[in-house]
Each structure stands twice: as structure tokens, then as C-alpha cells.
């Protein structure tokens, strides 16, 4: 997703619609490299396209972000993403046993298109704006919920309320903290039984003085 995932684990799901499999499922978003390949096959599904694509080194993939214009025996490459594992599209009808979320991609020698900030889609809880993938925000802890090596914090952004995943951090009510990650609607993490209407994956969050 930034994560991603990438939620970004998080990189997660790759719709309005999809609910996706948190905690032990899920890694941390891994550095920006020259990821690329061939594309296999393409789907696209509320707003998003999921290709399968075939790596240099033969290996092949599942690779999901931003609906883009691509085709069978394209080249595409991504930066930042998160590995996501029993993953369901609901907006397909299919689970992928892993895929990768990336916050952003294209053809190769094309202009990269970022995943998020999802501007078609309802606005975060109370208002609150969404955010463009990578951008830095911070805010307050209200709580913070772990499973199965995932926090979900609760943030106070300066009076809006946002829900916020990442690899699992020692944090607790009244914290300062500082993210970067994408936001995505309508999430089902299973690990805690809860669909949040919004939540941002992050890379990571850090305590701030």
C-alpha cells in the first residue's frame, strides 16, 4: 500500500470493498527497489487493478494498486509496498494467497500513479481529509488495539478521529505520534473482528517529544 503495504501490512485490500486479513498475515512495507516485470493478467475492481506479473527472475506475482491502463505483456515496476497474504477482494470474489500492495506503479517509462488518495471515495470519519500516498501526518493516541503483530491506533489528528495500522509499536494513550501511509475504505481485519470505514496503513509510526 504506503505498506503500504503496506500496509504496507496493512500496505492492504485493494477496494472500497475488500476485507483484508491483518496481523500475522501482513508485513511491514518493504524499501523502494527496481521492481518490475512482465504482466500476465489484469483485473480491475473498485477503482483498483491487480495484475499478475512474471519477475526476471521467473518468479511471478500478484501485485495490486491504483487502477492503471495496462495490459498482457506489459512491462510494469512499483516502489514502496506491503506483502498481504490470504487477501480477499470481495470486489473480484477472490483470495490471493499473497500480494503485494504497492503505492505506486505503471508502465515501465510511464509516469508512476500513486494509490490514494482515493478522492471519489467518502471522506475519513468526522471530515477528516483523506491523505496522499506518502504524505507525513501526526496526531494523539487515543487507544491502540494489538493482534497478531499488528497495532490499530486511534488517533486524535488535531480534533478528527483516524485509525491508523502498522506493524505492531509500543504506544499508549496520550502518545504523540508520526506516520506515513495510504488510506483505505471499508477494511475487515479479522484478527480483531472490526471493519473500520477508514483506516491508513502505515509504514510506521513513530513516538514523538
Not at 486524535?156 to 506516520?179: H, I, N, P, S, Y
Amino acid at each position: 500500500m504506503t505498506a503500504i503495504a503496506i500496509a504496507l501490512c496493512a500496505l492492504g485490500a485493494c477496494s472500497a470493498e475488500d476485507a483484508v486479513p491483518l496481523g500475522s498475515n501482513a508485513n511491514a512495507a518493504q524499501p523502494a527497489s527496481p521492481n518490475s516485470g512482465k504482466v500476465l493478467q489484469v483485473m480491475h475492481g473498485g477503482g483498483y487493478s491487480y495484475a499478475e506479473v512474471q519477475l526476471a527472475s521467473g518468479d511471478k506475482v500478484w501485485v495490486a494498486g491504483q487502477q492503471i491502463d495496462v495490459k498482457p505483456g506489459k512491462q510494469v515496476q512499483w516502489g514502496n509496498y506491503m506483502v498481504m497474504r490470504d487477501f480477499n477482494s470481495r470486489s473480484l470474489g477472490r483470495t490471493f494467497p499473497e500480494i503485494l500492495f504497492v503505492e505506486s506503479w505503471g508502465a515501465n517509462g510511464a509516469q508512476p500513479v500513486a494509490t490514494a488518495p482515493h478522492g471519489s471515495l467518502p471522506q475519513a470519519q468526522l471530515g477528516a481529509a483523506p491523505l496522499a500516498a506518502g504524505a507525513m501526518d501526526s496526531g494523539v493516541v487515543k487507544s491502540v488495539q494489538n493482534a497478531g503483530g499488528y497495532s490499530y491506533i486511534e488517533v486524535d489528528r488535531g480534533g478528527q478521529v483516524v485509525w491508523v495500522a502498522a506493524v505492531e509499536t509500543a504506544l499508549k494513550k496520550g502518545d504523540k505520534v508520526q506516520w506515513q501511509g495510504t488510506e483505505m475504505s471499508n477494511f475487515t481485519a479479522r484478527s480483531i473482528n472490526r471493519t473500520f470505514d477508514k483506516i491508513v496503513f502505515a509504514q510506521g509510526v513513530t513516538v514523538t517529544p
